[in-house]
């Protein structure tokens, strides 16, 4: 038999067993909540404590915790006990890197969708939009509210009552049913890793402590390209500053290779190679690339 490490919950701090949880019960989906509060300014933001728990009638329930640092709300939290209304969106692999830069915690007011790069679809029966690029979307009226406890950690329960589903046609297989292999689906696991059903585990970094950029501030030019994805978007706006022009400078003279890209008369040849490097996850020096002929 296996020697067994033991706990008690309540002898551990928060935040420790929060990490002895997240870890062992896995993988687990997201609900990527989109909700307005009562002025319609809107919010997004993903929730792993999240699962479908009715068919008749069609309930899904995520839980927004109180922080465990300072036992605050989140926005979401605050926005469905206003309203009672949220749209639940299905991450796939592709939005999965603006999934990440989402749950930064911008300023009450900062609009997500915008600062992630994705796009607001108005929803017909609800207020919150629905995220346009995610392969699912349930528009959901708030039934009730469940507090599991009033200090840092304790989950809040949301009943959400699916009033109408959204599906891309292309995920569809020929019968009309959701195609598991199609749809890509990802789900959290411990620390910075998910799972892919396709594939398995992977890494996604957490978005930093500071305010990412945010797709919002990307150039035209570069958000528009033909070669980024809306991943690579992700990457590049979860840095906290660009690079200044010394540094871009100092990183051509040490890569001498990349001197060839100034002044390309294809500007793909450069968000290819910048592509290479976020790839590695190397989004500083993507941006000294994307930025050699700014």
Same mark, same amino acid.
């Given at each position: ?7 008690? @919950?309540?002898? &551990? @701090? ?10 062992? *019960? /896995? ?58 209304? *949220? ?37 017909? &029966?609800?207020?919150?939009? =629905? ?56 789900? =959290? ?40 994805? /809306? ?24 890569? @001498?290779?990349?001197?060839? &890209? ?27 690339? &994307?930025?050699?002929?700014?």
């Amino acid at each position: 038999m296996k020697e067994l490490f033991s706990i008690i @919950p309540s002898e &551990l @701090p928060t935040a420790k067993l929060h990490g002895y949880l997240l870890g062992a *019960v /896995g993988p687990r989906p997201i609900a990527f909540a989109s909700t307005v509060d009562k002025e319609g300014a809107p919010n997004l933001s993903p929730f792993s404590f999240f699962n479908v728990f009715s068919a008749n009638p069609p309930i899904l329930i995520f839980s927004p915790a109180r922080r465990v640092r300072n036992n605050t709300t989140k926005h979401t939290l605050d926005n469905v006990l206003e309203t009672r209304e *949220v749209v639940i969106n299905i991450v796939n692999y592709d939005i999965v890197q603006q999934m990440s830069l989402s749950s930064t915690e911008y300023d009450k007011g900062e609009n997500e969708f915008i600062k992630s790069g994705l796009t607001m679809l108005k929803s017909d &029966l609800v207020a919150p939009f =629905r995220v346009a690029e995610s392969p699912v979307q349930f528009e959901c009226r708030v039934t009730k509210v469940e507090a599991l406890g009033k200090e840092g950690g304790a989950g809040n329960l949301v009943f959400s009552e699916v009033l109408k589903i959204h599906i891309h046609k292309d995920i569809l297989d020929d019968n009309g049913a959701i195609d598991q292999h199609k749809i890509d689906q990802v789900a =959290r696991m411990g620390g910075n890793w998910y799972s892919r059903a396709n594939l398995g585990m992977f890494e996604v970094p957490k978005p930093l402590s500071s305010l990412g950029i945010g797709v919002d501030r990307i150039p035209n030019e570069i958000r528009n390209s033909k070669v980024l994805t /809306g991943n690579d978007l992700g990457k590049l706006g979860n840095v906290e500053c660009l690079p200044t022009a010394e540094e871009v400078r100092t990183f051509v003279e040490k890569n @001498p290779s990349l001197s060839t &890209l100034i002044n390309a008369a294809d500007p793909l040849l450069v968000h290819r190679r910048a592509k290479e490097y976020l790839e590695k996850n190397d989004a500083e020096s993507a941006w000294k690339i &994307l930025m050699l002929n700014s």
